[in-house]
């Protein structure tokens, strides 16, 4: 099963914060962060700053965090 945005996952997890918490705490409703990091709809700019500022994610880095290349699928064979 994929799951988008592993490495920004692994840092929540490194620093400690739920998706709950890291919500509040970047200024995001709870049920558009989930809804975001699910995949389901694209962050926003803002709130992209917002939840690397939180998490300590260098401006350079950003695109590691937000920007991942798609899974890739094995074939079948």
Not at 11 to 29: S, T
Not at 31 to 58: C, E, H
């Amino acid at each position: 099963m994929y799951r988008p945005f592993k490495k920004l996952r692994l840092r929540m997890i490194e620093m400690d914060y739920n998706q709950k918490d890291l919500a509040k705490a970047a200024g995001i409703v709870p049920s558009t962060f989930s809804l975001r990091i699910r995949g389901k709809q694209p962050f926003d700019s803002a709130q992209i700053a917002a939840i690397a500022r939180v998490l300590n994610i260098p401006t350079s880095e950003i695109g590691a965090y937000f920007f991942e290349e798609p899974a890739r699928t094995r074939k079948a064979g």
